[in-house]
Nanobody
Framework: QVQLVESGGGAVQPGGSLRLSCAAS????????VSWYRQAPGKERELVAT????????NYADSVKGRFTISRDNANNTLYLQMNSLKPQDTAVYCCGAGSLSRYYWGQGTRVTVSS
């Protein structure tokens, strides 16, 4: 069974930090491009960050550049998103996704709330 399980979400004050994790199982994680997405109320799902196989190339949405860092640990089948300098507009449900040439897998998401 394929699973992507996010963790690390929660409530934080503006300017704070969180580290999200996505634990993968049931497929060959190291061969997939993996990404973080988020969806906030009233907005479309947004691609936040992507890291390719074997992890040498990263891309970020303009809204998070300089604040978020995506990384992966292929030995442990885990994707991370380090989020710093958080803003209220970062509030959303964050999901991880993994894609190959023929398949795409999604996690269930973890909620991040940034408020005073």
């Amino acid at each position: 069974q394929v699973q992507l399980v996010e963790s690390g979400g929660g409530a934080v004050q503006p300017g704070g930090s969180l580290r999200l994790s996505c634990a993968a199982s049931g497929f060959t994680f190291s061969t997939y491009t993996v990404s973080w997405y988020r969806q906030a109320p009233g907005k479309e799902r947004e691609l936040v960050a992507t890291i390719t196989t074997p992890g040498g190339r990263r891309n970020y949405a303009d809204s998070v550049k300089g604040r978020f860092t995506i990384s992966r640990d292929n030995a442990n089948n885990t994707l991370y998103l380090q989020m710093n300098s958080l803003k209220p507009q970062d509030t959303a449900v964050y999901c991880c996704g993994a894609g190959s040439l023929s398949r795409y897998y999604w996690g269930q998401g973890t909620r991040v709330t940034v408020s005073s």
